[in-house]
């Protein structure tokens, strides 16, 4: 399978899902025009990989600001992963947040509640 590599744009977050490795990567700024279709990548990605997981997969979250349509989009991602979480393939997140940005810890706390897979946030000190 193929990775997806998606180049960062001043709307768009970098995207990088590597099956191989099974690390996969969110970060920067996500207020793209037009989310769903943005976002139809990634999941047709992701349900793609979940026909044939690697044992252990790490998705690290490293978000600056996202808005309510990215959000929405970001939880159907968080949804297909627990999808693929299971006694045999596991699904590690990890959510970044800066050490002064109370909103994106409280949306990883949310995000958390909501799913069934392990789930750690971690502050990021400059």
Do not use: C, Q
């Amino acid at each position: 399978m193929k990775p997806l590599k998606i180049e960062p744009t001043h709307k768009t977050p970098h995207v990088h899902l590597n099956a191989e490795s099974g690390v996969f990567e969110i970060g920067g700024r996500s207020i793209p025009e037009d989310s769903v279709g943005f976002y139809k990548k990634i999941i047709d990605w992701i349900d793609e990989y979940g026909g044939s997981p690697l044992p252990l997969t790490e998705f690290k979250f490293e978000l600056e600001y996202f808005n309510t349509s990215s959000s929405k989009n970001i939880l159907e991602i968080l949804k297909r992963l627990e999808k693929i979480h299971s006694d045999i393939n596991i699904v590690k997140i990890i959510w970044y947040y800066e050490e002064d940005d109370e909103d994106m810890e409280e949306t990883g706390e949310d995000y958390k509640v909501l799913i069934s897979v392990p789930f750690e946030l971690v502050m990021k000190v400059y």
